[in-house]
């Protein structure tokens, strides 16, 4: 099945590192990310939990769980926690889910190469997934999907800067540039009509071009 934003985030009971989830009900009122790991024990992979247990308080702050998934079982997470903890100065501090019946990542599309009807003529890489991230909104839907090759480590600040971008959207009607930062100018969506777009910007906006209206980004 191909997961597009606007979709409902399928939902699904999962063993992690922290006991069983159903995942609707794990996200809660909140903001969520799910991202997928090739394997336990590689180090890219190792790199990128580390580096999200280093971010978990920016994540938090913007009302965001984080929940890591790879195709093995929580048995051998825990194992490789403590590689993640001694090599990266941080110790898993969000749930991993284990799932080596690959029934997560098969209902989240996140392996690189076909299902096919049978193991047979599956290698061990076939089963691995690619590096996907999936940002879920408090209505449980699908607001954006990245997917990299599993050699390349994800960027994370990238991440953040997605769900703060993905948050100002839902709350304030506005859409974020090329490079958007934090703090910059932002641009009314599109579908909001000047004479909405008035009664919240009674000062009026920038506009370069009949279809850009830049404002300051609302506090
Ligand atoms: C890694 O995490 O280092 C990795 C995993 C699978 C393929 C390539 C790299």
Same mark, same amino acid.
């Given at each position: 099945?191909?997961? =597009?934003?606007? %979709?409902?985030?399928?939902?699904?009971?999962?063993?992690?590192?922290?006991?069983?989830?159903?995942?609707?009900?794990?996200?809660? %009122?909140?903001?969520?990310?799910?991202?997928?790991?090739?394997?336990?024990?590689?180090?890219? @992979?190792?790199? !990128?939990?580390?580096?999200?247990?280093?971010?978990?308080?920016?994540?938090? =702050?913007?009302? @965001?769980?984080?929940?890591?998934?790879?195709?093995?079982?929580?048995?051998?997470?825990? *194992?490789?926690?403590?590689?993640? !903890?001694?090599?990266?100065?941080?110790?898993?501090? $969000?749930?991993?889910?284990? &799932?080596?019946?690959?029934?997560?990542?098969?209902? $989240? &599309?996140?392996?690189?190469?076909?299902?096919? &009807?049978?193991? *047979?003529? =599956?290698?061990?890489?076939?089963?691995?997934?690619?590096?996907?991230?999936?940002?879920?909104?408090?209505?449980?839907?699908?607001?954006? +999907?990245?997917? $990299?090759?599993?050699?390349?480590?994800?960027?994370?600040?990238?991440?953040?800067?997605?769900?703060?971008? @993905?948050?100002?959207?839902?709350?304030? #009607?506005?859409? +974020?540039?090329?490079?958007?930062?934090?703090?910059? %100018?932002?641009?009314?969506?599109?579908?909001?009509?000047?004479?909405?777009? =008035?009664?919240? $910007?009674?000062?009026?906006? #920038?506009?370069?071009?009949?279809?850009?209206?830049?404002?300051? #980004?609302?506090?």
């Amino acid at each position: 099945m191909t997961l =597009r934003i606007n %979709d409902t985030a399928p939902n699904f009971t999962a063993q992690t590192t922290e006991g069983t989830i159903d995942f609707h009900d794990w996200i809660g %009122d909140g903001w969520a990310i799910l991202f997928s790991h090739p394997k336990d024990f590689t180090p890219v @992979c190792t790199t !990128e939990l580390g580096t999200v247990a280093s971010l978990k308080p920016e994540f938090e =702050r913007r009302g @965001c769980k984080v929940l890591g998934i790879s195709v093995d079982g929580v048995s051998d997470h825990r *194992e490789w926690s403590k590689d993640i !903890e001694s090599s990266q100065g941080h110790a898993l501090n $969000y749930p991993l889910i284990g &799932d080596p019946e690959l029934e997560v990542v098969k209902l $989240y &599309d996140m392996l690189p190469a076909d299902e096919g &009807d049978t193991a *047979e003529g =599956r290698t061990p890489m076939d089963n691995a997934t690619a590096r996907s991230v999936f940002v879920v909104g408090p209505d449980k839907k699908i607001k954006a +999907t990245l997917t $990299y090759p599993m050699s390349t480590g994800r960027n994370f600040a990238e991440i953040l800067r997605l769900v703060d971008s @993905c948050q100002l959207t839902a709350a304030e #009607q506005v859409a +974020t540039p090329a490079n958007w930062e934090d703090g910059d %100018d932002v641009i009314i969506l599109p579908a909001v009509s000047d004479e909405v777009a =008035r009664e919240k $910007y009674p000062e009026g906006w #920038q506009q370069p071009l009949p279809y850009m209206r830049i404002v300051p #980004q609302p506090k």
